[in-house]
């Protein structure tokens, strides 16, 4: 037996006890051990009732019936083998017996034979196509060997049999549907929506096809329906607003969203999205006013203070930006992706210390959220505790080592730490795995120019980053600053002039032109950039002491 093969669904019927009579023309003598070995069946003393049947064979070794009782109690015995040999000679003498077939089918089943228990299944429902341990059974060896073709043809024919029955339409419209056949799968859930047009679980399914075939408006208006016969389905909400969304079809989103809070403005999942519409459409006012009955109460609180948050930084408004998180983070303390966000507003207002308060906090909950321990590291940095960065980052690179950013600040704690070794590694694995991105490109390059190794190398880099950002200024600063230590001091004062041209006004920058300049003997134009970088980085004690080295006088 194919025992709990099928989660609501038949399972095969239990041997039959009762034996079928032996037709009148059978001797007497044959009919009394099968009858004798009956009653022995009815004991369940098998053993006893086999030796009865055998008996009977004897006087009669054509019987289909007694060779079949033989085989199911061989079955009964668990001595599958030969219970087939018994019930294909059963058969042989009576092919059309469907208890025979099913005997055969699932004693084959009990020897792993599948192809042989499908076959004498498949023959079993062309003789019974209503017979449900037939269909469940073949439905689970079909799904269990991956045999998606004749699994769709039986189910299928249960539809022609059974009508539309939902749970058969829906197996049937998945298996369409996983092996892309949209088209089949249309003509029938159309078929069933022209059967019961107002479901709306019908509805839902029919936009997720359409969603398939690339018809996104049909499929808006399929989930609008489902709406209209359920407006409290929130899965249709969200699939409308998905495909919005993706779009980025705002003003489709706002229309939609705008209609059905007129319809119901208490509706709190329409309002959010509505809000949301307004906000990508830069209508920040409205944006503010729609999510205004959310921010207090309801289960939509949260992800209405995140949106408002947004819509605060947009506006420039970062204090209330950061009040709205961490009034969300009172309520939902949970949400890594306030606590993340929250973090980089107080980065991004370089506001290192509180930055670091708040990761500090949120890494408690989250100790192994990699982008939270990648912001971690990468705020010591500029906090200048650039030992204390190096184990989050590292952290953050074990648990992700795809990260962009982990991979670059992890570097630069890397080389202000002189760990060259674990820096080359590092840039060798994130180019094996991003070949042309051209920060990495860019920054290995200079890596390698100020530690003054592999300029050609180097070189090549930095090239293939500049290749594709021409007016990067940093890019043009590392293409200078190599030049400049391969001896080359015109072609880095072309690059480097260019960089500093470029608005590329860091101190570093200015100096590294302020020693093109010196090393081409213009003393009084050295003198000037490094004056400019020193400017901007009055606590160089280096660069003071190259100024105080290199005044005028010595020119």
Known sequence: M???????????????????SLPHRYSSRAVNFYLAGALYDFQYLYKEALVEYYKALGHDSTSAQILKAIGRTLMRLEQYGKAVQYLERSLQANPRDRETLYYLAEVHYKLKNNEKSLLYYERLLELDPYNVTAQANLIYIYTRSGQTDKLISLREKLIDLYGYEEDSVYQLLSLYMQTRQLERAGKLIRSLLNEYPRQPAHWMIYGNLLEMQNDTSAAINAYKTALELDPQNSQALTQIYQLYFYQRDWAGMVSTFGNIVSKNPSGERARLFLAEGYFYLEDLQKARETLAPLLDKGDLRPQALLLMSRIAVSENLLDEARRHLRDLLAVDPRNSRAWEYLAVLHYQDRQYRECVEVLTEALSRFPDEAGLLSLYGNALQQMGKTPEALVPLQ?????????????????????????????????????????????????????????????????????????????????????????????????????????????????????????????????????????????????????????????????
């Open 2 to 20: 194919l025992a709990g093969m099928l989660l609501g669904c038949s399972v095969s019927k239990p041997l039959e006890k009762k034996p079928a």
């Open 395 to 555: 952290r953050a690179y074990a648990l992700d080592s795809g990260d962009i950013n982990t991979i670059v600040t992890l570097a630069v704690v890397y080389d202000e730490l002189q760990m060259y070794s674990a820096l080359d590694s590092l840039y060798q694995a994130a180019l094996a795995r991003y070949p042309e991105n051209a920060l990495l490109l860019n920054n290995y390059a200079y890596s390698l120019a100020e530690r003054g190794i592999q300029l050609a190398r180097a070189l090549a880099m930095a090239r293939a980053a500049l290749g594709q950002d021409p007016g990067n200024a940093a890019y043009l600063d590392t293409m200078g600053w190599i030049y400049y230590q391969m001896g080359d001091y015109r072609k880095a004062l072309e690059f480097i002039r260019k960089a500093v041209a470029g608005d590329e006004q860091s101190a570093e920058v200015l100096e590294h032109l302020g020693d093109v300049y010196f090393k081409l003997g213009q003393l009084q134009e050295a003198r000037l950039y490094w004056q400019k970088a020193l400017e901007k980085d009055p606590g160089n004690d280096a660069l003071q002491n190259k100024l105080r080295q290199n005044t005028s006088d010595s020119q």
